[in-house]
């Protein structure tokens, strides 16, 4: 089957590229949100093409991203939509921008996301993450907390960003993603710009725990990384982290004084926090193993190549 997506999510992507079909991204001379063509940082397989979108033929379905992709569809082409994030605005009234279409199934990739979005008589379906697993198995030998996030400055309250001193206060923070570098400047961070994936994921693995800061974003695919990783996990109690991470795997909650004092027990005692990494490793390989996702995916766009003939 031949798929045409643009890059737009790299983590995602990468998972989704590893199944059995061949993938056609469009890519232009600028490499740009409209043409970024094969990633750099992250390894996929040869059986991704980029191509100039006016050279990309004989495409079997489209997966979009972004409403503004529909209209670079060639006609009678099936179409599903991914939507990664949460909705905006005023939740949970917030209208999908492609509610009430009969012409695409909108994909979501938790439940709490199609549990909020108003998609009106749009078709949905959910399919959960699925992820390559890291090379990486934590160590926690430093101890220091990790945080994997892009953009943490621009998007402030959204990702967290104003409760990292108080992490800071207990343990040295390191931040990994894109435009994390300016956090260096504040004190007990250090930011790690935009990474190699394979690199990111062995120094993280070296710090005693993961904080998932997010407020109100999608399951982040770093914490799933993390988890799968061996990592102890500490996570503020919103959107679809109360479902990704059980009790024993890590600590959850909506004060974030609860989560500060759990960083503090975990830099204190290496053995919980093992014990914590390892049922987060369960939890999360079975979960959130690619075999599932690559083969839910496969079930889907099937579906939805046969409905269209």
């Known amino acids: 089957m031949n798929i045409l997506l643009w890059h737009v999510h790299g983590s995602w992507t990468t998972s989704f590229v590893q199944g059995k079909h061949r993938y056609l991204v469009p890519v232009n001379p600028a490499r740009d949100a409209w043409g970024r063509g094969r990633a750099r940082t992250f390894d996929w397989p040869d059986t991704v093409e980029e191509l100039p979108l006016e050279e990309i033929r004989d495409v079997d379905v489209a997966i979009a991203q972004r409403p503004e992709e529909l209209d670079l569809i060639p006609p009678h082409v099936p179409v599903i939509y991914v939507e990664h994030n949460t909705p905006k605005g005023d939740v949970p009234n917030t209208r999908h921008p492609l509610a009430d279409r009969d012409d695409l199934i909108i994909a979501h990739v938790t439940d709490f996301n199609d549990l909020f979005w108003d998609t009106g008589e749009t078709r949905t379906t959910v399919i959960d993450h699925g ?115 059980p009790p024993d795997a890590g600590v959850l909650a909506t004060k974030a004084d609860t989560l500060v004092e759990a960083a503090r027990w975990l830099i204190d005692e290496p053995d919980a926090a093992a014990r914590l990494g390892e049922r987060a490793r369960q939890v999360a390989l079975a979960k959130y193993g690619l075999d599932r996702f690559l083969a839910d995916w496969d079930r889907l766009l099937e579906e939805e190549t046969c409905a269209s003939r």
């Open 131 to 245: 992820i390559v697993e890291p090379k990486a198995r934590w160590t926690g030998e430093l101890e220091r907390l990790a945080i994997v996030t892009n953009e943490p400055v621009r998007r402030g309250r959204v990702t967290g960003t104003d409760l990292f001193p108080r992490f800071a206060g207990i343990a040295p923070l390191d931040i990994f993603g894109m435009g994390v570098a300016e956090l260096s400047e504040r004190p007990g961070m250090t930011g790690f710009d935009d990474p190699p994936q394979h690199e990111m994921h062995t120094e993280v693995a070296r710090r005693r725990a993961y904080l998932h800061l997010c407020r109100w974003t999608s399951l982040g695919l770093s914490l799933i990384e993390a988890m799968q990783m061996g990592m102890p996990v500490i996570a503020l109690a919103t959107t679809e982290a109360v479902a990704a991470v």
